[in-house]
């Protein structure tokens, strides 16, 4: 395949960039560096005004396309705007501060070729500090059905490790809302797999940054706007379950984990696990029939889910017989929860990742 400008690329990796000197030109040459090279990288400069530019100015590769208008408009507007200038079959996103592992354009652009049906594509994350020091990984829902499920509580993807058909954008209108301040990965999310299939390939694809905090501010809107979301996607996708909003937020607040601190009694976190239990029949019962393998996959992640919702939950027999009935979802559930707690990137990962960063 050529890098040649004059030929259409297959890929186009959209990339937007306010004051990140420090780790773009890492991002961009993971990028460059892809075994893939059909592909353009369309690195919006979103009104930095540290030496970003000077970073992107030092690159030569054609393939390399740098908008640069003065004006900071925001994630969700540049993404906007990389979906409508993307000149590739398919689309994948990036952040300033992420390494894409040398392979990931490879493995999901042999994916979509290879299955039709599915029209977005993501990873699991590797988790690293500022420094490039591994912390482990982001898990993420395999198989169409775990993750079009996911998706009524939360993003089944990891945002910048996707790979969207432009054809399926296109067809349906979908784009990123720019309205929005926050969860505006989860709102494309939940748009797009109501009109086609997702999948998570097995292995990290990209390694993310860990870095300083939302505000309080920030994360109190994401939060509203992210239970907003899952409200519309259960209306759409289970429009008979009886859930509202108080509902949805103590289920988000039980099972998205990673946003919410609070500990729960024994009791509250069983009423909520049984609301999320009769939520998969529903779905299983409304969008089944699914083949054994998906089913499998299906329940196997939402008892990986309450498995994951225990270290916030304190003892008793309420919940207790909720993790039972986990384990009768996934036989095999202990080993497994135990196996994705000790999952850190290891001493063969760390020498890759340094590697992979230069150090």
């Excluded at 090279?37 to 740098?66: W, Y």
């Excluded at 969008?287 to 919702?309: I, K, S, T, V, Y």
């Amino acid at each position: 395949m050529t890098s040649c400008p004059t030929h259409a690329p297959r890929v186009t990796v959209v990339l937007s960039v306010h004051n990140d000197a420090d780790y773009i030109g890492q991002a961009v040459r993971s990028v460059l560096d892809q075994s893939f090279r059909a592909l353009e990288l369309l690195v919006f400069d979103d009104g930095s005004t540290d030496g970003t530019g000077d970073v992107l100015a030092s690159f030569s590769d054609p393939r390399l396309v740098v908008v640069r208008d003065g004006i900071n408009l925001g994630q969700a507007e540049r993404g906007r705007q990389g979906f409508a200038r993307a000149r590739g079959e398919y689309v994948a996103r990036m952040d300033a501060d992420e390494v894409a592992l040398p392979r990931r354009l490879e493995r999901q652009v042999a994916l979509l070729d290879a299955c039709p049906g599915i029209g977005v594509i993501g990873s699991p994350g590797g988790r690293i500090d500022p420094l490039g020091r591994p912390l482990g990984r982001w898990p993420v829902p395999r198989g169409p059905a775990a993750v079009r499920f996911a998706s009524i509580l939360y993003s089944p993807f990891l945002h910048t490790s996707v790979l969207v058909r432009k054809s399926v954008l296109q067809a349906h209108g979908i784009t990123y809302d720019s309205s929005l301040d926050a969860s505006e990965d989860y709102d494309l999310f939940a748009r797009l797999l109501e009109v086609t299939s997702g999948e998570n390939l097995p292995r990290p694809e990209v390694l993310t940054r860990v870095r300083v905090g939302l505000t309080s501010r920030h994360r109190e809107t994401q939060l509203l706007r992210a239970d907003e979301i899952a409200l519309r996607t259960i209306r759409a996708a289970l429009p008979d379950a009886p859930v509202g909003p108080g509902e949805v937020s103590a289920l988000r607040e039980l099972l998205v984990a990673p946003l919410h601190p609070r500990v729960f009694s024994s009791g509250e976190a069983a009423d909520i696990a049984e609301i999320h239990l009769d939520l998969l029949d529903r779905f299983v019962g409304r969008h089944g029939p699914f083949n054994a393998a998906q089913l499998r996959a299906l329940r196997r992640e939402e008892a990986l889910l309450l498995a994951r919702a225990s270290i916030r939950v304190r003892p008793g027999r309420e919940w207790a017989r909720i993790l039972v009935r986990a384990m009768r979802l996934d036989p095999a559930l202990p080993a497994r929860a135990a196996t994705e707690a000790a999952l850190q990137v290891g001493p063969r990962g760390i020498s890759r990742v340094r590697t992979l960063l230069g150090g």
